[in-house]
């Protein structure tokens, strides 16, 4: 066989692997046709008037049913995919899924104050314009989405029921460097948002991390805040565990004086190393997935799974309804 010829057939082989993997359901950031029972709504902001638009489903039921606001990846915005649209439409629940301010690549969107707004008049919105149940609101997303779930859970004033957060953010100043550290493009949107010089501006970075914003604990009493994190994320995945694992550790803390609630400095250095627990409960899963830890204080919840960078199909099985 000619060397030109096994050139082709190499090269051949090489896009159908690159080009042909699909992106993960849940990061799909390719703009598509929605189904016509979404339909697009404009909300006008509360903080500046300037109109967001969003995916809007309402329930067919007679009788009211829960609202689900998901929110869309770091690099996304209201037109992304969303694989939770399926479930929606089988369970017949009610359902938005807003812009706020779209990608996180300019200031007035990754946690600015217009994002917190705009979150909110959202689920205001959406309460108002279907047959949502309002006491039965949840808000749900993944990695970007995870971000602002825990952006809304320290800052949103409405009284949401449950917040799960997947594979999320919560230190910025954090995250830059690790992106720096893995030559990801999260740094230079991070710069973008926060730094029209160009310079790092630690000072906003820390304005726009939920690990530091003020813990509503009044407000939250009654809400559950759910943490999940795949163990091979930040190696296999662009946001480390320990995201997840300093938020639950910094709210748990506010709840209790008992350190046995919190994952201990050994415990987050062996899960970080070893990407596994050798003493973790062989009955407990998570749709099949093995739990490496599976720690809770009061409301708060943090779930360590076999997985990487992701959230998992069976995500709205695992809201507190009914």
């Known amino acids: 066989m000619k060397t030109t010829h096994l050139l082709a057939i190499l090269l051949f082989l090489l896009a159908t692997n690159v080009y042909g993997q699909k992106d993960p359901a849940w990061d799909n950031t390719t703009k598509t046709n929605w189904p016509s029972v ?12 300037k109109m967001q638009k969003a995916y809007l489903h309402t329930s067919t039921s007679k009788l009211p049913q829960p609202l689900i606001v998901s929110l869309h990846t770091w ?57 949502a149940d309002p006491a039965n609101v949840h808000i749900v997303g993944v990695s970007g989405g995870g971000y602002a779930t825990l952006l809304a859970y320290m ?20 995250w830059y460097w690790e992106s720096v550290g893995r030559k990801q493009k999260y740094a230079d949107d991070i710069l973008k948002a926060l730094s029209p010089d160009g310079v790092f501006d630690k000072g906003e ?42 938020m639950y550790n910094r709210l748990a803390s506010e709840l209790t004086k008992d350190t046995t609630y919190l994952v201990s400095d050994k415990e987050i250095i062996d899960l970080v190393t070893k990407r596994y627990n ?29 997985g990487g960078h992701e959230q998992l199909p069976e995500a709205l099985e695992l809201l507190p309804i009914n």
């Open 278 to 306: 050798p003493f973790f409960d062989k009955t407990i899963q998570l749709f099949g997935r093995d739990v490496y830890l599976n720690r809770s204080c009061g409301n708060l919840q943090l779930v360590l799974f076999e």
């Open 38 to 49: 979404f339909q697009v709504v404009d909300i006008p902001s509360s903080k500046d008037g």
């Open 75 to 131: 690099s996304g915005d209201y037109t992304q995919k969303d694989p939770l649209t399926e479930e929606i439409l089988a369970r017949n629940w009610n359902y938005i899924h807003p812009n706020f301010r779209g990608s996180n690549n300019h200031p007035e969107a990754m946690g600015s104050a217009y994002v917190l707004a705009d979150i909110e008049d959202a689920i205001r919105y959406a309460v108002q314009q279907t047959n």
């Open 205 to 246: 970075a820390l304005r726009r991390s939920p690990l530091v914003h003020s813990y509503p604990k009044e407000l939250r009493k009654d809400a559950r805040l759910y943490i999940y994190e795949g163990i091979h994320d930040g190696y296999k995945g662009s946001v480390p565990i320990t995201h997840s694992i300093h």
């Open 155 to 174: 800052n949103v004033q409405y009284p949401v029921k449950s917040f799960s957060a997947w594979a999320p953010i919560s230190d910025i100043e954090a």
